[in-house]
């Protein structure tokens, strides 16, 4: 699980759209922009070394924003998320965006060496607002990694809301864990999982 978010956590930060890029399609969007925010990350020392404050900063400014953590968290919860309360899904998405931030905080280092190859797209051309971005993560010395982005419109922009490594879902992966949870302590017991795994993570 580790290896599988820090590259998650890697691939996501071709997701900082400017106004210009969302004019771009998503395969053009992912290229240009993983290739820009590559080159700050190789730029800054602090960053590539690890810096908790500047990767949550990174994160919250220009990931965060372009991933659709409602349909995700509800898509992970599976059908308990149709059993839960306003208020539930509600605390839900929150600690479910907080936990990827505390991973994106603890991943950043050692990305010499890496990028993110696009791939040409097979998508449907009747499915305007759904797309697979299929790519590769290549590591100096290391053997390729197929991952495919599942991205659709969110009013005027594309957001990411699943991500797939070597034919592995996030949110499956996910979704076996907080089903498990749900069944021995309930909704509320998740919420209370994930809120002891992300209190470390929470600053000032």
């Known amino acids: 699980m580790k290896i599988f978010l820090k590259i998650f956590t890697l691939c996501m930060l071709g997701f900082a759209l400017t106004a210009k890029a969302q004019e771009q399609?998503?395969?053009q969007l992912?290229?240009?922009?993983t290739d820009d925010i590559l080159?700050?990350?190789k730029s800054d020392k602090q960053l590539a070394a690890g810096d908790k404050q500047k990767a949550l900063k990174l994160a919250e400014e220009k990931v965060l924003p372009y991933i659709d953590f409602e349909e995700s968290t509800r898509l992970a919860v599976g059908r308990a998320w149709a059993q839960a309360?306003?208020?539930?899904?509600?605390?839900?998405?929150?600690?479910?965006?907080?936990?990827?931030?505390r991973t994106y905080s603890n991943a950043i280092e050692g990305y010499e060496g890496q990028t993110l190859k696009v791939l040409p797209s097979r998508g449907k051309q009747d499915q305007?607002?759904?797309a697979t971005v299929r790519t590769q993560f290549v590591r100096a010395g290391g053997k390729p990694l197929p991952i495919e982005f599942q991205m659709h419109k969110a009013g005027p922009q594309w957001k990411v809301y699943d991500i797939t490594v070597e034919g592995v879902s996030l949110v499956l992966t996910y979704r076996s864990e907080f089903?498990?949870?749900?069944?021995?302590?309930?909704?509320d017991g998740l919420i209370k999982r994930l809120t002891q795994k992300n209190t470390p993570a929470k600053i000032g």
Do not use: C, Y
């Open 39 to 41: 080159a700050s990350i």
């Open 179 to 187: 089903d498990a949870v749900v069944k021995q302590e309930g909704i």
């Open 128 to 130: 305007k607002d759904e």
């Open 25 to 27: 399609s998503p395969e």
């Open 30 to 33: 992912v290229q240009k922009i």
């Open 85 to 101: 309360t306003p208020e539930q899904k509600k605390r839900l998405v929150s600690e479910f965006r907080n936990m990827l931030v």
